[in-house]
Each structure stands twice: as C-alpha cells, then as structure tokens.
C-alpha cells in the first residue's frame, strides 16, 4: 500500500465534498517530528484565497469531511490551518505484518510502460574514465527502479565506435597486426594504443593520409577496413564488459546501440528533415535554425546535421536514435544520462525532433544531465601526474583499500571471507558515495567519507542489514518463519513503522525524477531509526516478553528485507557476514 497516495485520495475527496474545486491544490507532506503526526495537510492554506475563507474554518470543514477511519486516530488543527494526521497503530502494524511476508513488502507494480535508458556510453577507442562512472551507475540504478516497478525498460549502450578516429587507430592496428602482433595483445591497453596511434598520426610522413584513406573507406563499407574495425571494437568491448561485472551493473553486449547502428539511417534521416522544411542548405552544409532559442539579438540557435563535406555529426546520429527509439521500440519514455555540459545539446535534439514528428506528443524524451566528479582539490578528478584515471583502477584501488579496512576490524571470519567482504564494500562504497549525492551536483570525492562505517555510505548500510541478520541467527528464526502479531507501541517502534511504510514513495521519486540519491537518503534514515529502535526496545534480552520478541523480530526482518531491496536496486551488494 502506498500510504500517501491513500491519504491524498481521501483528502481530494473531502476538499470537493466541502466546495473546492476538483483541480484544488492538495499538497500532503510527511511531517518532521513526530509530535505533529505522520502527515501533514496543508490544503487549506491554499484555498483560502480561492473560497475567500479563513484558512481554519477551511480546515475545520476538511477534517470533517475527510473520511479516515481506521487509518488515523486522530487529526489535529495546528497553526493557520494545518492538519497534523496520527495514523492508526493497529494499522500501521497490519500494513507492516502484510508487507512482512510479501517478497515485494506489499509495494505494487506500476502500468507498464516501454521506457529506453541510455546510459554509460563510453568512447570504444579509449578504456573508461571516472568521467563514465556517473552516467553508468545512475542510469543503472534508475533502469533496475523502474523494472522493479513493473515497467519494460530497454537498456541502450550508445557506445562511441564510429567516426574519424578510428581511421587513425585502424591503420595502426593493421600494421600490429601486420607485425604478427594478436589483436588483444595489440589492444590490451587502448590508452596506450591511442597514444601511440596519436604520435604517429602528428608527427609520422604518410600516416596521417593512410588514417583518412582508412575513414572513408570504413565508411563506405569496404570489407576488409570493416572486418579490422569489428577486430577492434569487440576488444573494446571485453574491456568494458569487465568493468560492467567489477560495478556490478545490468549492462550486457545485448545492450549495445552503438552509433555505427544508425549509420544506415542517417540519410533517411536527413531527407525527412529535409522534405518537412525543417533542415535548410546554407553554406553547403544542412542546418535546422531553431528560432525558440535565439540569442539576445534574435539570432536562432544553430543545429548542424550534416556538414559542408557529406559527414554526418552526433546530433544526425542522435535524430536517428530518435527515430528508432520512439518509432520501432515504442518509447513511452526516454531517459539519457549523460553529464550536464551536453545539456544543451539535448534541448536543441529534442526541439528538432518533435518538429519532425520523431516523437509524438505523448512521449517524453528526459535529458537527465549529472555533475562532475572532483578531486579534493575542487577541480576535475585526475592522477597525480594529471593524466585521466581509468575506471578499471579506481575500482581495484577501492577493493585494495577496503581490504586493509578489514584487515583493522576484528572477527571471526575465514581470509577468502574477508576478501570477498571487501570486494564488495569496496566497489559498494565508491557506487554509494556517488548516487547519495544529488545527481545535478558536482561532488568532491574522499576515501576516508566514503569507506567510513558511520555516516551515509555504504559501509553503514551493510552493516546495519547484517546486525538484522545476526539477531534473526541468534534467535534461531528465519524472517519467513516470524508469524506474531507486530505491536507499535513504544516511540521507536512507531517511527521505525511509518519510515518502512514510506519506501514506496522514495522509489516513485526516483522513478519519476531519475534521483538515486533519494532512495540512499530513505534506507539511510531507516538504518538509522533502526539503530534507535534496536538500543531502546530490546528483542533477545532476558525479560523480554515473547509477544514483544516476535513483535521486535519481524520489526527487525522487515527492515533487513527493505534495506535489501533498496540496495539491490541501487546496485549495492549486501552480506550476511561482516
């Protein structure tokens, strides 16, 4: 059940039983401290103008016409008109038994719509950065949310793996390979693969003509240039996929739409923009002039198709995934991850598009832009010789680090145990850091914050789930076992309730706003108000009663199942040891 969404339907029907019109504001918010109840109502307030009454006298009109029997004991005018709402413990605690034994804790699927999740799109002529972090592990996080909420969600990889580039890098490769070199020996560090390719393409007679003659031969498809690039690119790959199953993502090669996908459509493309007028000649190349962003002086924005020479750019590519997306996939949605500096990029993409009928009216196209990842300097996260920082390792520096944190902490745990825990904290503690944060911000990235075991971090999240895990050990239960009656009577008992029955409102803010950071904000706070709840109501204590053990212990399983959930989604491991 979604607690909110109940309470709202309740409150819009009252504010019509009492005059207000249906399209009445109805704002609805949690409240901040438990004195003031569960909710809080704040539609008088805004009504007072409409009807021209005193916001009170509205809010007295609300509280008896609003019909919540059996789910708030009672409702309280607090200040100018806002309605304070107690739940009901008796069913808090009947929603929280139901959620208990339900693998879903009684959260339901959505309607179902086709949604396409472009994310990580990483460059194929170089390994990933930190640069592909972000895009990758929030486009994750947000894809798994949706699916769990019951909806079709296609993953779209739109590697880089065309363009004039790869001229340079395939004649290269050929001269490797021509050497007797193995493609994968050849390619087994791109970074210095491109670095060798670059050297020569700047400085060596010849090369820099054989890369161009390389481009178009790719492009117009010759056999042989096309079976090297397949050579290259399937190298590329293996180097990403092995990062994928580090960062535990979904992502697999099934997910691949790379640019060279929408080669055979780009001239399609261009001559329906053409034939609608849309994109026009002007100095030999082919422009859409986009008159709703213009400039102060009332120049439209310039958004180039195809330039003055034939080639194509990103944004005929990007026209054509369009095309492809709405079109042959269905998109109801299409969410696009990437960081905020393509923001505009993305609003001129989508202008041109819908002008074109490349999507309707009914589908949204969603540019989730994210900020940038700094070092402890305040500038862009770099080696110590400034050079780029390959993702592949960051994440084994991660893992190193972890394992020594381990190494500090005293237990009873095997060494292929602790290897395996700090694999896992490890890749976990840099996901967390970086999805807690606001996803439109720049964060400053830190060691010590992020594989800490207090604070908001993964780490403390782990923990909290296997201190559940070692009550239920100790009590010989399974949390499927658990039957008794939940009781709500202590304070930390109530708060704990209401903080696992909100979790759904959590994940339909991440589902409609593409924010992590929220779902991380709500199972930290719940891990918090557990730790409250477990040092002020004692489960396995000598003189403890047995309703209050059973009532504490499927409590205790709850809140291991939801922490659980919410981290699976994110992409975050769990453990049943630490």
């Given at each position: 059940?979604?607690?909110?969404?109940?309470?709202?339907?309740?409150?819009?029907?009252?504010?019509?039983?009492?005059?207000?019109?249906?399209?009445?504001?109805a704002?609805?918010?949690?409240?901040?401290?438990?004195?003031f109840?569960?909710?809080?109502?704040?539609?008088?307030?805004?009504?007072?103008?409409?009807?021209?009454?005193?916001?009170?006298?509205?809010?007295?009109?609300?509280?008896?016409?609003?019909?919540?029997?059996?789910?708030?004991?009672?409702?309280?005018?607090?200040?100018?008109?806002?309605?304070?709402?107690?739940?009901?413990?008796?069913?808090?605690?009947?929603?929280?038994?139901?959620?208990?034994?339900?693998?879903?804790?009684?959260?339901?699927?959505?309607?179902?719509?086709t949604?396409?999740?472009?994310?990580?799109?990483?460059?194929?002529?170089?390994?990933?950065?930190?640069?592909?972090?972000?895009?990758?592990?929030?486009?994750?996080?947000?894809?798994?949310?949706?699916?769990?909420?019951?909806?079709?969600?296609?993953?779209?990889?739109?590697?880089?793996?065309?363009?004039?580039?790869?001229?340079?890098?395939?004649?290269?490769?050929?001269d490797?390979?021509?050497?007797?070199?193995?493609?994968?020996?050849?390619?087994?560090?791109?970074?210095?693969?491109?670095?060798?390719?670059?050297?020569?393409?700047?400085?060596?007679?010849?090369?820099?003509?054989?890369?161009?003659?390389?481009?178009?031969k790719l492009q117009?498809?010759?056999?042989?240039?096309?079976?090297?690039?397949?050579?290259?690119i399937?190298?590329?790959?293996?180097?990403?996929?092995?990062?994928?199953?580090?960062l535990?993502?979904?992502?697999?090669?099934?997910?691949?739409?790379?640019?060279?996908?929408?080669?055979?459509?780009?001239?399609?493309?261009?001559?329906?923009?053409?034939a609608?007028?849309?994109?026009?000649?002007?100095?030999?190349?082919?422009?859409?002039?986009?008159?709703?962003?213009?400039?102060?002086?009332?120049?439209?924005?310039?958004?180039?198709?195809?330039?003055?020479?034939?080639?194509?750019?990103?944004?005929?590519?990007?026209?054509?995934?369009?095309?492809?997306?709405?079109?042959?996939?269905?998109?109801?949605?299409?969410?696009?991850?990437?960081?905020?500096?393509?923001?505009?990029?993305?609003?001129?993409?989508?202008?041109?598009?819908?002008?074109?009928?490349?999507?309707?009216?009914?589908?949204?196209?969603?540019?989730?832009?994210?900020g940038?990842?700094?070092?402890?300097?305040?500038?862009?996260?770099?080696?110590?010789?400034?050079?780029?920082?390959?993702?592949?390792?960051?994440?084994?520096?991660?893992?190193?680090r972890?394992?020594?944190?381990?190494?500090?902490?005293?237990?009873?745990?095997?060494?292929?145990?602790?290897?395996?825990?700090?694999?896992?904290?490890?890749?976990?503690?840099?996901?967390?850091?970086?999805?807690?944060?606001?996803?439109?911000?720049?964060?400053?990235?830190?060691?010590?914050?992020?594989?800490?075991?207090?604070?908001?971090?993964?780490?403390?999240?782990?923990?909290?789930?296997t201190?559940?895990?070692s009550?239920?050990?100790?009590?010989?239960?399974?949390?499927?076992?658990?039957?008794?009656?939940?009781?709500?009577?202590?304070?930390?008992?109530?708060?704990?309730?209401?903080?696992?029955?909100?979790?759904?409102?959590?994940?339909?803010?991440?589902?409609?706003?593409?924010?992590?950071?929220?779902?991380?904000?709500?199972?930290?706070?719940?891990?918090?108000?557990?730790?409250?709840?477990?040092?002020?109501?004692?489960?396995?204590?000598?003189?403890?009663?047995?309703?209050?053990?059973?009532?504490?212990?499927?409590?205790?399983?709850?809140t291991?199942?939801?922490?659980?959930?919410?981290?699976?989604?994110?992409?975050?491991?769990?453990?049943?040891?630490?």
């Amino acid at each position: 059940m979604n607690l909110h969404t109940v309470l709202l339907a309740r409150f819009k029907a009252a504010l019509v039983a009492i005059g207000a019109p249906e399209d009445a504001p109805a704002p609805l918010a949690k409240s901040t401290r438990p004195e003031f109840g569960e909710y809080q109502f704040n539609g008088a307030m805004a009504l007072a103008k409409m009807l021209k009454q005193k916001p009170r006298d509205i809010a007295e009109k609300i509280v008896a016409a609003v019909d919540l029997q059996g789910i708030a004991d009672k409702l309280e005018i607090a200040g100018p008109g806002f309605i304070n709402v107690h739940l009901n413990a008796a069913f808090m605690a009947k929603q929280l038994e139901s959620a208990q034994q339900d693998p879903r804790l009684g959260i339901e699927q959505e309607t179902a719509k086709t949604i396409v999740v472009d994310y990580s799109s990483p460059n194929l002529a170089k390994e990933m950065h930190v640069g592909h972090l972000r895009s990758t592990i929030i486009g994750d996080a947000v894809a798994k949310t949706l699916e769990f909420m019951g909806h079709n969600v296609i993953r779209q990889n739109h590697m880089g793996d065309w363009g004039t580039q790869f001229g340079m890098l395939l004649a290269h490769l050929n001269d490797k390979l021509a050497a007797d070199e193995v493609a994968e020996t050849a390619l087994a560090d791109l970074e210095d693969f491109y670095r060798e390719a670059k050297v020569r393409f700047d400085n060596e007679e010849g090369f820099a003509d054989r890369a161009r003659e390389y481009v178009v031969k790719l492009q117009s498809g010759d056999g042989k240039c096309l079976t090297l690039w397949q050579q290259f690119i399937d190298v590329s790959i293996t180097h990403s996929e092995e990062v994928y199953e580090k960062l535990n993502v979904s992502l697999t090669r099934d997910d691949i739409m790379g640019e060279s996908a929408y080669n055979a459509d780009l001239q399609n493309t261009l001559d329906e923009l053409k034939a609608k007028n849309i994109a026009v000649e002007d100095q030999g190349a082919q422009v859409v002039f986009i008159e709703e962003l213009a400039d102060k002086e009332g120049n439209p924005a310039v958004y180039i198709v195809q330039k003055s020479g034939g080639g194509f750019l990103y944004s005929s590519t990007d026209q054509a995934a369009i095309r492809y997306r709405c079109g042959k996939l269905g998109a109801d949605r299409t969410l696009i991850f990437t960081d905020a500096r393509q923001a505009l990029h993305f609003k001129q993409t989508e202008i041109v598009a819908r002008k074109a009928g490349f999507i309707n009216e009914q589908q949204t196209y969603e540019h989730c832009p994210f900020g940038m990842m700094l070092g402890q300097d305040g500038k862009p996260f770099k080696t110590r010789s400034g050079g780029t920082v390959k993702l592949a390792d960051l994440l084994d520096e991660a893992v190193e680090r972890a394992q020594t944190l381990m190494a500090k902490r005293e237990s009873d745990l095997s060494e292929q145990e602790r290897q395996e825990i700090a694999q896992k904290v490890g890749i976990s503690a840099v996901k967390y850091a970086d999805l807690s944060k606001n996803r439109t911000t720049d964060y400053i990235f830190n060691w010590d914050t992020m594989l800490s075991f207090e604070g908001n971090t993964a780490p403390y999240l782990q923990y909290a789930y296997t201190r559940v895990q070692s009550i239920l050990r100790n009590a010989g239960v399974t949390a499927q076992s658990l039957s008794g009656s939940i009781s709500l009577v202590a304070p930390q008992e109530r708060t704990l309730a209401i903080k696992l029955l909100q979790m759904i409102e959590s994940i339909n803010q991440v589902t409609s706003e593409a924010t992590p950071h929220v779902l991380c904000t709500y199972l930290y706070e719940l891990a918090s108000h557990f730790m409250s709840f477990y040092e002020a109501c004692p489960i396995l204590k000598e003189g403890v009663s047995e309703f209050d053990k059973q009532s504490r212990l499927r409590l205790a399983a709850l809140t291991a199942s939801t922490l659980k959930t919410g981290l699976e989604l994110l992409g975050i491991d769990t453990m049943e040891k630490m």
